[in-house]
């Protein structure tokens, strides 16, 4: 198994429309076309569809060093509403420790224009994932 295909299992996401483009220890890549499903009565994305596509990018890249990661803490802010095209979720690490690791996830639209800014702490148990 792949640590995409690991993430097939989060299937909130999926249903989300959510795709991973690029995972590797410490940083990944995700997008997540906006469609009706995704607005709020503003027609603007819903705040939770923004977490959840920051939230799979984070997930991603701290699972990727191998050992199950599950989040303790986190925060958004929301700078810009969008309410069509693509939305993009770039994660990267921000410090790494034996039992934590802490991330910093930018969420961006087609234009490159911050939509929100996400930052997450993981606690990084003893439990192997085996990813082939």
């Known amino acids: 198994m ?14 989300s ?4 483009v690029k995972v590797e ?12 499903m995704h607005l709020n009565a503003g027609n603007v994305v819903q705040g939770g569809a923004i977490f959840t596509l920051a939230d799979l990018a ?7 060093y191998g050992n199950l ?11 810009k509403g969008v309410g069509s095209g693509v939305l993009f979720a770039e994660a990267k690490i921000v410090h790494l420790h034996k039992k934590l690791a802490t991330f910093e ?9 911050l939509i929100a800014l996400f930052t997450a702490t993981a606690f990084r148990k003893d439990i192997p994932l085996n990813f082939d």
């Open 105 to 113: 996830v930018r969420v961006t639209n087609e234009q490159e224009e």
């Open 17 to 20: 429309g959510i795709e991973l």
């Open 58 to 64: 984070f997930a991603a890249a701290v699972n990727a």
């Open 69 to 79: 990661a599950m989040s303790i803490e986190t925060s958004i802010r929301y700078f």
């Open 25 to 36: 220890p410490g940083h990944a890549t995700a997008k997540m076309p906006i469609t009706d």
């Open 2 to 15: 792949t640590l995409k295909d690991f993430f097939k299992n989060d299937r909130y996401a999926v249903f």
